[in-house]
């Protein structure tokens, strides 16, 4: 995902955004139902990577929402496209273990499979794209690479990147060590796995109602604004963490730090629409999946090394160190969209 992305967002710019939606779901609808067939684990492993390399229906559908969108209503409808991310994530576990303790793990597969064929069949349907392909200078048409070039050398696109990639990287370091520091909280015998689901879907609940919220508010007041307010707010949120005793006393700190660090995601997104000329969208949001999913990669070997160095309760800190870092360059360097 973090190689192809880019590829796939420089096709969309070229033949459509619309086309590389329905390409990532039909796509992946073909590779996650071969996975419901796999005889090994092996299998498993190259179908897992073929699948990255053909899908990334998020970076697809921010493009085609941030192209078709008015520059004044980029915050909103990011937002609402996080609604849309976040509730999917929250629901589809409990779907996919519904359907694997009532038919077997295949059928989740299955299922799987068909949502995907049934949403690129909506988008075909539903979604109407004004997209003029772009004019082509000689036979062999742009050179991807001038065009990242130019994405990049963009006014705040570049700090804009980094931003999202120490904020995503923030949110994601806690996911090895959450389960292991909400056992220290909690009696002998207590159900750990069921209260780090409610931990983590109730942080994940908070982040979409304020990504809906500061998307739309921030273009109103500015995202520079409330990306300085998130950042701040989440660090507050996650340094008290590291001084819990009571397990409940996580979950609302959770919940707090969820509901922070959701305002960081359309902001950014709209800021790079902001930064961007109309035309690029499939390149910048190529690019800033990328970004997300290296530091996706990044996150649990950074959060497990803190936790082996400084204890579970140094990685909280660490964590609200960081979103407070992230703070400076918004305040000096960011440039107003």
Do not use: C
Not at 65 to 75: I, K, L, S
Not at 236 to 253: C, D, I, K, N, S
Not at 272 to 291: H, K, Q
Request: hydrophobic share 50%; proline share 5%.
């Amino acid at each position: 995902m973090m190689i192809a992305s880019p590829f796939w967002g420089m096709v969309a710019d070229r033949y459509g955004r619309k086309l590389m939606v329905q390409r990532a779901m039909f796509g992946g609808a073909v590779i996650i139902l071969l996975m419901g067939f796999v005889q090994s684990a092996e299998q498993l492993i190259i179908l897992r990577a073929v699948q990255g390399l053909v899908t990334g229906s998020i970076s697809a559908s921010s493009a085609l929402v941030a192209a078709e969108t008015p520059r004044r209503r980029t915050g909103y409808a990011m937002g609402m496209l996080q609604v849309g991310f976040w509730g999917g994530l929250a629901t589809g576990p409990l779907l996919g273990g519904i359907v694997a303790d009532a038919f077997g793990y295949p059928s989740a597969f299955t299922v799987t499979s068909i949502l995907l064929a049934v949403a690129g069949v909506l988008v075909g349907v539903g979604v109407r794209e004004a997209f003029a392909p772009p004019k082509r200078a000689g036979r062999r048409g742009p050179n991807p690479l001038s065009g990242w070039k130019r994405i990049l050398g963009s006014s705040g696109v570049k700090l804009a990147y980094g931003l999202r990639f120490l904020s995503s990287l923030g949110r994601i370091m806690i996911v090895p060590i959450v389960p292991l520091f909400i056992s220290t909280l909690l009696p002998l015998g207590a159900q750990v796995n069921t209260f780090t689901g409610i931990v983590v879907g109730s942080a994940s609940a908070a982040s979409t109602a304020t990504a809906f919220y500061t998307g739309r508010l921030g273009d109103q007041i500015g995202h520079q604004r409330i990306l300085k307010i998130s950042a701040l707010a989440a660090g507050l949120f996650y340094l008290p963490q590291g001084l819990v005793t009571e397990a409940w006393q996580l979950l609302v700190l959770q919940v707090l730090a969820g509901a922070a660090t959701g305002g960081t995601i359309p902001t950014l997104s709209a800021l790079l629409a902001n930064y961007t000329r109309p035309g690029d969208e499939g390149s910048v949001y190529g690019l800033d999946n990328s970004i997300v999913s290296a530091s996706r990669f990044v996150a649990p070997l950074a959060g497990g090394g803190i936790a082996h160095w400084l204890g579970y309760r140094g990685t909280f800190v660490a964590i609200g160190l960081l979103f407070w870092l992230i703070v400076l360059p918004i305040v000096w360097r960011l440039p107003e969209s």
